[in-house]
T-cell receptor, first 119, second 113 residues
Framework: GAVVSQHPSRVICKSGTSVKIECRSL??????MFWYRQFPKQSLMLMAT?????????EQGVEKDKFLINHASLTLSTLTVTSAHPEDSSFYIC???????????????FGDGTRLSIL | DQQVKQNSPSLSVQEGRISILNCDYT??????FLWYKKYPAEGPTFLIS?????DKNEDGRFTVFLNKSAKHLSLHIVPSQPGDSAVYFC????????????FGKGTLLTVNP
């Protein structure tokens, strides 16, 4: 249980292109979904938090116009990197927090990430 | 300001022995502490968590200990298996903040056969 699917797993595209990444919770409804970015040999850095039907909350220093987040349903959130440039190349990971927590206190379940490479 | 710290970037143990991964935190407002395991090119996998009102939680080979006075937690894996080799992330969250996770930098565990 608690499977999160992230698609695509890898994207290579030219500078200036916009790229959309999908995150789906397959077997549970997610109250909240999160988007992270990971640089090489660094920890996961939270970019934004999204709740279904409301605007995303972005962390300090994250450009909301560059990273558009849509949380259309309790099982789907999308991250669009607009007009991507080489410095946006990174590993992007989404996670979802189930509506019912049980004993897994505060746990989020992660997708397998998207490796974005901008040429 | 790094609120969750994993001071050992790597740890190597023999198969069958105990692995102890450590984590320190600075924010006393954290409600929950979690451990994740991550293989290369995959997302983190949730392992085990503990509420701040408890001092121990056990699940099979994995046990998490929390020492609130020292702001320290540890993950014990007994017995260690080669398949446990991965990067382990410590994370903490506050219930009032949408359960946002703050991660440590991770510890690479290598279990040698």
């Amino acid at each position: 249980g608690a499977v999160v699917s992230q698609h695509p797993s890898r994207v290579i595209c030219k500078s200036g292109t916009s790229v959309k990444i999908e995150c789906r919770s397959l077997d549970f409804q997610a109250t909240t979904m999160f988007w992270y970015r990971q640089f090489p040999k660094q920890s996961l850095m939270l970019m934004a938090t999204s709740n279904e039907g409301s605007k995303a909350t972005y962390e300090q220093g994250v450009e909301k116009d560059k990273f558009l987040i849509n949380h259309a349903s309790l099982t789907l959130s999308t991250l669009t990197v607009t007009s991507a440039h080489p410095e946006d190349s990174s590993f992007y990971i989404c996670s979802a927090r189930p509506r019912t927590i049980g004993t897994s206190y505060g746990a989020q379940h992660f997708g397998d990430g998207t490796r974005l490479s901008i040429l | 300001d790094q609120q969750v710290k994993q001071n050992s970037p790597s740890l190597s143990v023999q198969e069958g022995r105990i692995s102890i991964l450590n984590c320190d935190y600075t924010n006393s407002m954290f409600d929950y502490f979690l451990w994740y395991k991550k293989y290369p090119a995959e997302g983190p996998t949730f392992l085990i968590s503990i509420s701040s009102i408890k001092d121990k939680n056990e699940d099979g080979r994995f046990t998490v200990f929390l020492n609130k006075s020292a702001k320290h937690l540890s993950l014990h894996i007994v017995p260690s298996q080669p398949g446990d080799s991965a990067v382990y992330f410590c994370a903490a969250s506050r219930g009032g903040s949408n359960y946002k996770l703050t991660f440590g930098k991770g510890t690479l565990l290598t279990v040698n056969p």
